[in-house]
């Protein structure tokens, strides 16, 4: 079963991600209240959320940024408009990961 929340600020999804753990964030980087990196960063940095898989999903398709988010450690990085078959790969790959 898979459950979506939408997060319209980056404090909500902070909120949510210290209950039942989510199996996957998809991140767009333009952000009302901070930047996508910065709550990359808020993610990683929290003990309950770092082993969560962060897939960016941006219309920025600019190789520096894409090796930068990569390096610092999202599963993926999707440019919009984005593979929908890529998409449930890792949608897939999460569940099966999450259930071995």
């Known amino acids: ?3 979506a929340t ?3 600020w980056s404090a909500d999804l902070v909120d949510i991600s210290i209950l039942p753990s989510p199996d996957l964030v998809l991140l767009d980087l333009d952000l009302p209240d ?3 990196g910065d709550l990359l960063s808020q993610l990683q940095d ?3 959320t770092r082993q969560i898989p ?3 999903i941006s219309a920025d398709a600019t190789v520096e940024q894409i090796d930068r988010l990569k390096a ?3 599963r993926d990085y999707l440019t919009k408009p984005f593979d929908v078959t890529r ?3 890792l949608v897939d790959e999460t569940a099966n990961s ?3």
């Open 87 to 89: 998409f449930f790969e």
């Open 34 to 36: 901070m930047t996508g």
């Open 54 to 56: 962060v897939v960016v």
């Open 1 to 3: 079963m898979i459950l």
């Open 46 to 48: 929290t003990e309950t």
């Open 6 to 8: 939408r997060c319209n």
């Open 98 to 100: 999450k259930s071995n």
């Open 72 to 74: 610092a450690g999202v």
